[in-house]
Structure formats: structure tokens, C-alpha cells
């Protein structure tokens, strides 16, 4: 059985396919028809196949509480955090949390990490760091430099 953090994986995950689909739609209305046209076409279809697994998958799993039964109707909203590499699983297990706000602290907290690690971030991106917030739900998502940074809904 799943863990509620690797239930909160698969939904960030459909979340980055989501927005990928979002993406190859904009390209693929934008541009006349031709090749790179359908290049965008068939990447928008192939996503939409996968976002349709991923509901399918997601609607099979019960909601997990902490110790791995089922969740109480009267149970409060947590997040998972972490980050990882784009397009791949994370290399260690996220971090659940009470708040949103405490969430998007420990993100900050890994991109000063990678900052002071990796040469590339500039003082822009650096200063960026204390600017980057939660959409109205409580969720947050962003790749920088290969990494990808997020905040779930659990």
C-alpha cells in the first residue's frame, strides 16, 4: 500500500503533467499547422492519456492517514514538501506539515541549500528565494536548474 507522502508524489506529479498539457495546447494554437504544430498536438495527446491515468490511479487509492489506515472524515489538511529532480522521484522522502506557511519555509530553506551548493544561481535568483508564495490553496510548484520544488495538498 501507498503512503500518504507517495500519494502526495502522484499528485504533484499530475499536477506537472497538467501543466505540461496546458503548455502543449498554448504551443499548438499558437503555431500554423505543419510539423512543429503537430509535434505540439501529439505531445497534448500523449499528456492527456497519461493525466487520464493518473485520475484513474488516484481515484483507486484511499486517503491514508499517518499510520497508513484510512482518513478521518473530520481530519485537518496537511502538505508534503521536498523537491527533486525534474522528472523523476524524489531521492529522499518529502516532509509533511501542518501549514502551507510552514511548507514554503522548508522549500525556501532547500533552495538556500542548493544556492550556496551550486555556482549558477545568481543574486537574483537568490533574492527571488524570499519572494515565491503559495497559490490560494496552499500549493506552490517550480524547477530551477533541474530541481523541482514543491508543496502538496495531502
Not at 10 to 21: F, H, K, S, T
Not at 72 to 90: E, I, N, S
Not at 118 to 139: C, K, L, Q, V, Y
Amino acid at each position: 500500500m501507498l503512503t500518504q507522502s507517495e500519494i502526495a508524489i502522484l499528485v504533484q506529479m499530475r499536477g506537472d503533467v497538467d501543466r505540461y498539457a496546458e503548455m502543449c495546447h498554448d504551443a499548438q494554437r499558437r503555431l500554423p499547422d505543419g510539423d512543429e504544430a503537430d509535434g505540439w498536438m501529439a505531445g497534448l495527446i500523449e499528456a492527456e492519456e497519461v493525466l487520464a491515468a493518473f485520475d484513474a490511479l488516484l481515484a483507486l487509492l484511499p486517503a491514508l492517514d499517518d499510520d497508513g489506515g484510512e482518513e478521518c472524515a473530520d481530519q485537518t489538511m496537511r502538505f508534503v514538501a521536498g523537491c527533486r529532480m525534474a522528472g523523476y522521484m524524489p531521492d529522499s522522502e518529502p516532509c509533511l506539515f501542518d501549514t502551507s506557511e510552514e511548507a514554503m519555509a522548508y522549500v525556501r530553506d532547500l533552495m538556500r541549500d542548493a544556492a550556496d551548493d551550486d555556482d549558477r544561481w545568481s543574486d537574483d535568483d537568490i533574492a527571488a528565494i524570499e519572494t515565491i508564495a503559495a497559490d490560494p490553496d496552499g500549493e506552490f510548484g517550480v524547477t530551477v536548474y533541474g530541481w523541482h520544488y514543491f508543496v502538496a495538498i495531502t
